[in-house]
């Protein structure tokens, strides 16, 4: 019974790992089109190209994109709540099936997790405010 819950274990953790690392290799592949595609003007100068769009369909497209933007803030901020539980929820689940030195190693990669989510949530705000 122990080697079972330890090999289970064991594959969470190799299953954690890859998904960080791929995740990791992914964001830095396509950090430059994450950052184009969350600054309003770059994503509308890539659709215009793209579609070769004139410029009354350019203009179109802007407000289409700026009103919609605020719907999905309004969205995430709907959602927000509900996440935060389900996550919570989670670390609850995998906490308890942890002895407590894998509950403190735990613990520091979500502090890691919260702290890079908090400096990509100030960089999301800072682009969201320099496009108004």
């Known amino acids: 019974m122990r080697n079972l819950r330890l090999q289970r274990l064991a594959i969470l953790i190799v299953v ?6 791929l995740g990791w290799v992914g964001g830095k592949n396509q950090s430059m089109s994450h950052k184009k595609w969350h600054d309003p003007q770059q994503r509308l100068e890539h659709f215009s190209r793209a579609l070769n769009l004139n410029e ?4 179109q497209l802007q407000t289409i994109l700026n009103s919609k933007r605020e719907q999905f803030r309004g969205l995430r901020e709907q959602m927000k709540p509900q996440m935060e539980a389900l996550r919570e929820k989670t670390n609850v689940e995998i906490l308890s099936m942890l002895n407590p030195e894998q509950q403190e190693k735990y613990k520091a990669l979500e502090a890691a997790r919260q702290d890079h989510q908090a400096r990509r949530g100030n960089r999301h705000q800072r682009m969201e405010w320099e496009s108004k």
């Not at 954690?16 to 690392?21: E, I, R, Y």
């Not at 009354?56 to 203009?59: E, K, M, S």
């Open 16 to 21: 954690f790992l890859l998904g960080l690392s």
């Open 56 to 59: 009354q369909q350019a203009t």
